[in-house]
């Protein structure tokens, strides 16, 4: 399985799963059904086609059916949805648990997962806001919830750092006393609501996963260049309209699943850095409607069309990043 062939990519993975938990839970408490289900429907739409048979080799599958019961439960807006998001949430837990282990090394790998996760909170929150306002509701909530997980976890993480970074931890929990003082210090529904330290908030969650990595001696390691990202989420893209002809629907929507998640997420924040902000949205929009023609069994053509408007934008990313 390419997109989370490594432990720290799996649990980052399900961390920011769980944090689309805590965005959904925070909508439930205010009584905000549709984002609520919004954020409950991420974990099984957005990201089980690509973590699935990572955790069958793990044995832990049985960790969708509590998913599908919170979502259920919102979709129909239960009396017994609270019940169910804890469930789905203890659910999440538990499977991080068992895929961390014990242990030095087991705190070495959440180190490197939470350091993922904390860049992966800057792309949503440089998504959702913009000149310290909020433009995308629902993306600054993802970025929300992934911090309410980056929050609980961290703590008990670089407590456990070596002597040798010490200094660095340090520099983390600073980090990220601001950020909780700042950006997040609470759940935001309304679109246009002002945010505290927006303006900074990238550059410390940047330094945050810097300090971290550095807390445990981890180098970042170098990813490919853009042409390369690109040229591979094209293929990915050509990959999955073959699965799809040959009747492999399912493993037509994991390679789908992939371009976007693992092909270009990836180049999401140097876009925005350049203030194509308009650009990533209409290509995650593009990216959705082939996943979702797939889901709804479209033709071969329909889906060929679908992927045609993806690597249209594609060259636009090219000429951006070039």
Excluded: C
Aim: hydrophobic share 45%.
């Amino acid at each position: 399985m390419e997109s989370v062939e490594s432990e720290t990519a799996l649990l980052t993975t399900l961390y920011e799963m769980l944090g689309h938990l805590e965005a959904s839970g925070a909508n439930l408490e205010r009584g905000n059904w549709t984002l609520a289900q919004a954020h409950a429907a991420h974990p099984t739409a957005e990201y089980w086609a690509v973590i699935e048979p990572a955790l069958a080799t793990r044995n832990l599958t049985a960790v969708r059916s509590p998913l599908d019961g919170y979502l259920t439960a919102t979709r129909s807006q239960s009396v017994d949805s609270t019940t169910h998001l804890e469930t789905a949430r203890q659910a999440l837990r538990d499977a991080i648990a068992a895929i961390a282990g014990t242990g030095p090394e087991s705190t070495r790998t959440q180190a490197v997962a939470l350091a993922g996760l904390a860049e992966s909170i800057a792309v949503e929150f440089a998504e959702g806001v913009e000149n310290d306002q909020i433009v995308n509701l629902e993306e600054y909530q993802d970025a929300w919830g992934f911090f309410q997980v980056l929050s609980t976890e961290l703590p008990r993480v670089l407590d456990a750092a070596p002597t040798s970074g010490r200094e660095a931890a340090a520099e983390a929990r600073a980090d990220l006393e601001s950020l909780i003082r700042g950006p997040f210090d609470q759940f935001i529904d309304q679109r246009g609501t002002r945010v505290i330290d927006a303006d900074s908030a990238r550059e410390r969650l940047a330094h945050l996963a810097s300090a971290i990595r550095a807390a445990f001696g981890i180098s970042k390691s170098t990813g490919p260049t853009p042409a390369v990202q690109v040229a591979t989420i094209r293929q990915m893209l050509s990959d999955a309209l073959n699965l799809y002809r040959s009747g492999l629907t399912d493993q037509a929507y994991e390679r789908a699943a992939n371009a976007y998640l693992e092909g270009f997420e990836a180049l999401e924040p140097a876009l925005l850095e350049r203030g194509h902000r308009e650009l990533v949205e209409r290509l995650e929009l593009d990216f959705k409607a082939v996943r979702d023609a797939m889901r709804e069994g479209r033709s071969v053509e329909e889906i060929a069309q679908s992927i045609a408007k993806v690597n249209a934008g594609l060259d636009e990313v090219e000429e951006v990043l070039a």
